[in-house]
């Protein structure tokens, strides 16, 4: 079982940066992915980015250049983080942690002002 706490959202302006951080916990052998994925009222969770390890990190084309996720060595602590924020990017945003299994995160709200 994996638990995932998420940190790291609030409220900022167009143009402005925040950092979104994920932290696991519990026992596992080994986390093989990991992503955040993003929903906005009234629409479906998509995918923002993704990093399979060993493989290479894939990013939505809404986001490129902009977001950049990264984690530490020992893979239990992952991050996102956003530049150059749009009013578009506001919404919940997810952790998401594949092991032989799937998990997520509580979510944390992302709310950009214009």
């Known amino acids: 079982q994996v638990q995932l706490v998420e940190s790291g959202g609030g409220l900022a302006q167009a143009g402005g940066s925040l950092r979104l951080s994920c932290a696991a916990s519990?026992?596992?052998?080994?986390?093989?992915?990991m992503g955040w994925y993003r929903q906005a009222p009234g629409k479906q969770r998509e995918l923002v980015a993704y990093i399979p390890r060993g493989g290479s990190t894939i990013y939505d084309d809404a986001v490129k250049g902009r977001f950049t996720i990264s984690s530490d060595d020992a893979w239990n602590t992952f991050w996102l983080q956003m530049n150059g924020l749009k009013p578009e990017d506001t919404a919940m945003y997810y952790c998401?942690?594949?092991?032989?299994?799937?998990?997520w995160g509580q979510g944390t709200q992302v709310t950009v002002s214009s």
């Open positions: 519990g026992m596992f052998l080994s986390i093989n992915a």
């Open positions: 998401r942690v594949i092991t032989t299994r799937d998990f």
